[in-house]
């Protein structure tokens, strides 16, 4: 059985929060499980991680989930969307921050023909101070229906760099070409994959890469579907896939998964938020199938 599927069929664990929306417990983390006529969908509170998902037009889920993710406290889940904030990569430790290893509290669920919207929050705490010392606020609004919009609000006094590592589903890695990137970008591999044609991405090796001016819209296609991926207030836009070797070599995610999945990221790293306690700084993405 798929861990989609069995995200879904988990029981709920207390009250419906709305007539689509239930909580429940998988592995050790509580995750809200979403059923709405538009899509299906869940978001687990550690992270405030979307983790899959998928409209009602497909029969696979545009953001893809790891069969081998963990679910355990404290434990990056591979796959989804992890909210890698307040630093990207090794600029801080742990790696791409806390706020994906922490529980955030739902704020707000509400739904209507259109779909769901959540609310998450978390404030500086105990559990956070023992990464980070400085006061903040952050807000990670999410809308799942025949679109997905993902925004990361945030407050403080301090710059904090930040990635929606967003893991999207494909039919096969072989096919998918990526445009819209722009023809400036920063390798993070020593051996480089160079596009055939600039702007645009195909892949047949790892790839890990920054791009510093992609367009606001980007497109991947796959031979199946294509996805459209608008960016809000995002500087950057980072690419993954683990390829062969890599994919071998990491305990959460399945040896061929790297067939069925690229990473096109909405980031702020080479401008880094610059945060007030008094204004939102806020950036995000919209998802949809076209």
């Known amino acids: 059985m798929s861990i989609v599927k069995q995200i879904l069929d988990s029981q709920a664990s207390g009250a419906s929060l709305s007539a689509s929306v239930n909580q429940s417990t998988f592995g050790d983390l509580p995750v809200l499980v979403i059923k709405h006529k538009t899509c299906s969908a869940a978001v687990s509170l550690q992270g405030a991680h979307l983790l899959f998902w998928q409209p009602s037009t497909e029969t696979t889920p545009v953001i893809w989930l790891s069969q081998k993710a963990n679910f355990k406290k404290e434990v990056a889940i591979r796959g989804g969307v992890p909210v890698c904030w307040p630093w990207f990569g090794k600029l801080g430790d742990p790696m791409h921050g806390f706020a994906r290893l922490v529980e955030w509290q739902l704020d707000s669920c509400k739904e209507d ?46 710059e904090a760099t930040s990635a929606l590592h967003t893991y999207l589903g494909i039919n096969n890695i072989h096919d998918v070409i990526v445009k819209g990137l722009g023809d400036s970008y920063q390798e993070r591999l020593p051996v480089e994959n160079k596009p055939a044609v600039q702007g645009q991405l195909t892949v047949n090796q790892e790839v890990d890469r920054i791009y510093t001016n992609a367009d606001s819209v980007i497109t991947i296609a796959d031979g199946k579907r294509t996805i459209k991926l608008t960016n809000v207030n995002a500087s950057d836009v980072v690419t993954w896939n683990p390829w062969i070797d890599k994919a071998k070599a990491m305990a959460d995610f399945a040896d061929e998964e790297y067939q069925s999945m690229v990473c096109v990221e909405s980031c702020r790293i080479n401008k880094p938020l610059k945060l007030a306690v008094t204004k939102k700084s806020a950036y995000g993405f919209k998802i949809e199938v076209i």
Request: some cysteine; aromatic content about 10%; overall charge neutral.
């Open 113 to 158: 023909n259109k779909g769901v919207d959540l609310t998450l929050s978390l404030t500086n705490n105990q559990k956070t101070e023992r990464f980070f010392t400085k006061p903040f606020h952050a807000w990670l609004t999410i809308h799942v229906g025949q679109t997905c919009e993902v925004t990361l609000s945030c407050q403080g006094d301090f």
